[in-house]
């Protein structure tokens, strides 16, 4: 294959099933690979969280076609000031010729056009060629987190009240989350308040953590590791592979092992421009 002959377009909403397609097959190729389960359970799975990406207003896409053949996406999370990549998938086909490379590099040039301070994601930590093309392209590892999955663990916390978040808790939000990152998502949040899945913890009659929802591709933060115990304590299910929880907070790791969840899979947050050390418990999303 000639890497010359590389077309990037944006994406549109008519890219949704081939590229969704692709999504799940180059996710389930390397996870059958190295013995774990898919991210993506199913090709419509695949084809779903591609679609939402194109159709929303707050993410930026990018095509890659070949011979006038789609073989790859990626995608850049704008709701917030720091951006979030992907999910970037190439087709199995035309793997390590360099296609990854050229679409990482396409969204780091639009988060360089937009000013962002600061790119993050996740990289699957089975995946070394992944974890090598993000080291080469200037990203700093920064936090190892666990991907977990299990039942519901169904009780509350006392002295920690958990309830639906409201519009009105977008300031509050916000301000838990500058206090623990430097920086808010706010425009997560609205999504999650939109979608009616964000959650608020209460402690001495102020909230003191969130989450957008407990899965997969959201986020939470708390002023502490018990507030954060308590919005996962209180989660109705987790949705998709699994929450992801810091390694380093051991606290909140091995609690949630002795609540009945089981890792799934270790994962790298990385990161280029602004990075603060954390100072409060988290909750990483697979965006960031």
Known sequence: MAIMDLVLRPGTADDAAECGRICYEAFAGIAEEHA?????????????????ALTHPGFYSVVAELDGRIVGSNF???????????????????????VGRRLMRDVMERADER???????????????????????????????ACVQGPPIGRAMPGYAVREAT?????????????????????????????????????????????????????????????????????PQFAGPGILVPVSDSVLLRWCLANGLKVVQLMSLMTIGLYNQPDGAYLPSILY
């Open 36 to 52: 774990f389960p898919p991210d993506f359970p199913s090709p419509d799975v695949g084809v779903a969280v591609i679609e939402g």
């Open 76 to 98: 850049l999370d704008e709701r917030s000031a720091v951006v979030g990549v992907g999910p970037i998938t190439v087709d199995p086909a035309v793997q390590n010729a360099g």
């Open 115 to 145: 000013g962002a301070p600061g790119i993050r994601l996740l990289q699957t930590g089975y995946h070394n060629r992944s974890f090598s093309l993000y080291v080469s392209l200037g990203f700093v590892h920064r936090a190892t987190v």
């Open 167 to 235: 519009d009105a808790d977008l300031g509050a939000c916000n301000d838990v989350c500058r206090q623990v990152h430097g920086v808010d998502r706010g425009g997560e949040v609205a999504d999650g308040l939109k979608q009616g899945t964000a959650r608020v913890v209460e402690r001495a009659g102020r909230v003191t953590g969130y989450a957008t929802d407990l899965a997969f591709f959201a986020h939470a933060v708390g002023e502490t590791t018990p507030d954060v115990q308590a919005l996962i304590a209180a989660a």
